[in-house]
């Protein structure tokens, strides 16, 4: 109990900066969905989707590497020092490219006016990409509030930044067209001051973390280095096969979809809404955060399996309070993003679930993590991009409401997940057998499920009924929780109900 409380407390410092940095970012959607069309706010979507594959890239695996290799090498700082030094080496060359040729860059990915967003992200990428060994080692080090910290001053940093360009700017002019405002502000840029906010913030970061840094000798290992990457580099074909069954729908979407439709307001749309399911990302993130840490940290003890297979319940129970929570007060949380938008909340339901699917690979990747089976990660990822791109080659060009266009996209998510989870799990209890509680598990999943398609068929018109039912459903379901796990009993006595 006292491991998993240090879990829980671990990822409730972590979630408190994931969920204030993500609260404070989501009020970017309904800025960004207001501010722009649906088709600008499709070119956001699409860049940013590019963005998270070249994240994977130029991280190449080295925080889970880091992770490892500081556990199992005496001379932790020689390992920190040898990442930062690869993750300098590399970020610096991505910067050098990409200034290069951003003009054919441009070119190709249909932005050939604009080719200055590429040089911008390509800081934004390195900056970001050398900054995630330090905030690695604070993971690994256990300070997560300092961790949190500096991630919400990043955010907060470039959220003033949209609201300065996006809403303080437009209003100076308008009241006070001979400002000085004027020399610094041009509103034919438009989106590119979202991408230039982000670059501020992400440069003001390598600032902000230096003093870390440079806290210790630095001492490059090349030995160590052909080691780490040895270890990492699956991770990052796994990682990169990962971002395509995440983000290759928008960049797909751009192709597929019909030419006699506006693509990039589809685009937007599906972009937006897709932010909707931010909870349960949100809570996978802070996990994740907490967890990888935690997990390679406890390998060694005895009762280790039985711990892994404790989190993953409760793992999955939160994720489905959050399910339940953002489908049975959809017609509040719609409001975040534009009205504009709101004919694409049909996408919020399954990308949620598709979700949980995922935060379930992620609890079952720790058997090929301390197996060093990483290239098993990869083979399961590659097997769902495969999946990825096969579905939205044959949904989106469809012409159907519900299996068609950017609906295609968002069930395309939920399968591919779901088999990924399937395929994960039987090659993880080959490998490094672990007895989750399937039985209650699925108990818990159905119920949760049924209580949705309950909520949804007995819908009415009139919002407080809807509300109120759907209020009532998620405290009858919390009650079933606890009593199922004897949880009243535990917290009473402090003993007696279920080992957590």
Known sequence: MGK???????????????????????????LHTRVFATEQFGVITELYAYATFIMIVLTYGMET????????EKDENRVYSTSLIALLSSSFLFILITSIFSGQIADFINYSDHAEYITW??????????????????????????????????????????????????WILKHNPDSFISNIY????????????????????????????????????????????????????????????????????KRLLSPDTNVMSQLGIYGANYKVAV??????????YAAEPFFFSEAKSKDAKKMYADVMKFFIVF????????????????????????????????????????????????????????????YIAIFGAVITILLNVLLVPLDNPYFGGYMGAAWTHFICYFLMMILSYFMGQKYYKIKYDLKTIFIYIGVAVGFF?????????????????????LLIFILFVVWKENLVEYLVRGKGGKRL
């Open 453 to 473: 398609f309950l909520a949804a068929y007995l819908r009415t018109t009139n919002f407080w009924l809807n509300i109120g039912f759907g209020t009532m459903l």
């Open 4 to 30: 998993l409380k240090t879990l829980a407390g671990q990822t409730a410092i972590y979630g408190l900066s994931s969920m204030l940095g993500r609260l404070l970012n989501y009020l970017l959607v309904p």
């Open 121 to 170: 992200f390509g800081i934004i990428m390195a900056a970001d990409a050398f900054t995630a060994i330090p905030f690695a080692r604070l993971r690994q080090k256990r300070k997560a509030w300092k961790f949190a910290f500096y991630k919400i001053l990043n955010i907060s940093i470039n959220i003033l930044g949209n609201l300065f360009f996006l809403v303080l700017c437009p």
């Open 186 to 253: 041009s509103p034919e840029i438009g989106v590119g001051y979202v991408f230039i906010s982000n670059l501020i913030a992400s440069v003001f970061t390598i600032l902000l973390l230096l003093p870390e840094m440079m806290k210790i000798k630095m001492v490059f290992d090349s030995p160590l280095l052909k080691k780490m990457l040895r270890y990492s580099l699956p991770l990052l074909v796994a990682g990169l096969a990962g971002m395509i069954n995440e983000a290759l729908d928008r960049v797909m979407l």
């Open 65 to 72: 590497g880091y992770f490892r290799f500081s556990e199992t």
């Open 279 to 288: 909870l349960m990302t949100l809570f996978i993130q802070m996990f994740r």
């Open 319 to 378: 994720c489905l309070l959050i399910f339940m929570g953002v489908m049975f007060y959809i017609d509040i949380v719609k409001h975040f993003i534009g009205a504009g938008f709101h004919e694409g909340i049909k996408i919020v339901p399954i990308i949620l679930m598709a979700n949980l699917f995922l935060g379930i690979i992620i609890n079952l990747s720790i058997w090929y993590k301390l197996t060093n089976y990483t290239r098993y990660g990869a």
